[in-house]
């Protein structure tokens, strides 16, 4: 770096502070529950009644951000299962992404997150219908 002048050594370690305070918020990895929910899938909170496909799922308070959620990415990852009538649930690839399009409002939300029936049955056997799951915002 003996040829950079100090304001570009101080932004460049600025922009390294930068890149690296994303790279981590980025890749925290979470645990909870994940739920399913059936169709239909529309209206949604974040689209109405614009299609979304079926690789969706609905937050709940806890990632909700007031609707910051709204159109981000989660990587969800079958873990667990939660109860003994299937012990172990976890199936497929055992990990989903899905775009958050609504809202698992509290009082009725089961889970951390609420899987579309279609994104759930991917990781898990919907028999067991809640999981024991690790999430992280991509």
Same mark, same amino acid.
């Given at each position: 770096?003996?040829?950079?002048?100090?304001?570009?050594?101080?932004?460049?370690i600025?922009f390294s502070?930068?890149v690296?305070?994303?790279?981590?918020s980025a890749?925290?990895?979470n645990?909870?529950?994940?739920?399913?929910y059936?169709?239909?899938?529309?209206?949604?909170?974040?689209?109405?009644?614009?299609d979304?496909?079926v690789m969706?799922?609905? *937050? @709940?308070? /806890?990632?909700?951000?007031g =609707?910051g959620?709204?159109?981000? !990415?989660y990587?969800?990852?079958c873990?667990?299962?939660?109860?003994?009538?299937?012990?172990?649930?976890?199936?497929g690839?055992?990990?989903?992404v899905?775009?958050?399009v609504?809202?698992?409002?509290?009082g009725?939300?089961?889970?951390?997150?609420d899987?579309?029936?279609?994104a759930f *049955? @991917?990781? /898990?056997?919907?028999?067991s =219908?809640?999981i024991n799951?690790? !999430?992280?915002?991509?």
């Amino acid at each position: 770096m003996a040829f950079l002048s100090n304001n570009s050594r101080i932004a460049l370690i600025l922009f390294s502070c930068l890149v690296m305070s994303f790279h981590s918020s980025a890749s925290a990895q979470n645990y909870g529950t994940a739920t399913y929910y059936t169709p239909p899938y529309m209206p949604s909170a974040c689209y109405g009644f614009a299609d979304q496909g079926v690789m969706i799922a609905a *937050a @709940s308070e /806890a990632i909700w951000n007031g =609707g910051g959620a709204c159109g981000q !990415y989660y990587q969800v990852t079958c873990v667990s299962g939660t109860n003994a009538g299937t012990p172990y649930p976890c199936q497929g690839s055992s990990s989903v992404v899905v775009k958050i399009v609504d809202l698992c409002p509290a009082g009725s939300c089961r889970g951390t997150i609420d899987l579309s029936q279609e994104a759930f *049955a @991917s990781v /898990a056997d919907t028999a067991s =219908g809640v999981i024991n799951i690790s !999430y992280q915002h991509i």
